[in-house]
């Protein structure tokens, strides 16, 4: 039967050898495991496995998950060093209490997003700096969430003026609706333009259960992996 840490190890060693296969240093790929709908125990216990950078999609779950991860941790004598990504869409009304747990966030996805988190991330009670990536729309209904890649370098030149976001990528969702090739060689060119507004901002957040092996062909950075470890979702 496959465990929590099978499950983890197998998708390790795979992560490992697409590294290889595309020619690509391992220590240059964040590997994110998504553990939305899944109880705080399975994300302690990828704790204890040595894992560190867990991703959410909802304020109202991934909150109360952080603050209990914080709990059981301080209950053993532990320190917490995890890291949490948001990676669904926010509503501006949620940024308030994102900002105080959150070390990313992947769905950068609309101006309206970006003048909350300015707004947030200005008051004097915000410390340090928050990571953003912004999320591509690379479908042609301009009514899904995301920055058409046309539009990026317009939007990534708003996002540099805010002095507290520290933008450091693209995140793309791939093959909602042509094959995850084509999307993830979208990703990959829109990463080239924004590296010409600031080289640093290189990294790329993309693939998932299903198609990570090939999203590291195109150069992702960071996997944001569910199922694959964590088993179903529980809806
Ligand atoms: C749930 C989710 C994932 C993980 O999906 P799996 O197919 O379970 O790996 C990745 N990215 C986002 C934005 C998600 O909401």
Redo the contacts with the bound molecule.
Sequence with gaps: MSTLASRYGEVQDRITAACAAANRSREGVTLIV?T?FHPVELVSELYDLGHRDF?E?KDQEAGPKAKALGQNLASRGMENDARWHF??QLQSNKVKTVVRYAHAIHSLDRESLLQALAKETAKPEFEGSLDVFIELNLTDDDGRGGIKPTALRDFAEQVLEVPKLNLVGVMG?AGLHTEPERDFAAIRDASEQLKQLKPEANLISAG???DFEIALQYGATHL?????ITGPRQY
Excluded at 224 to 228: D, S, V
């Design positions: 998504v939305k991703g999609n990676v669904g969702v998932m259960s299903g944001r992996i569910g199922t694959a």
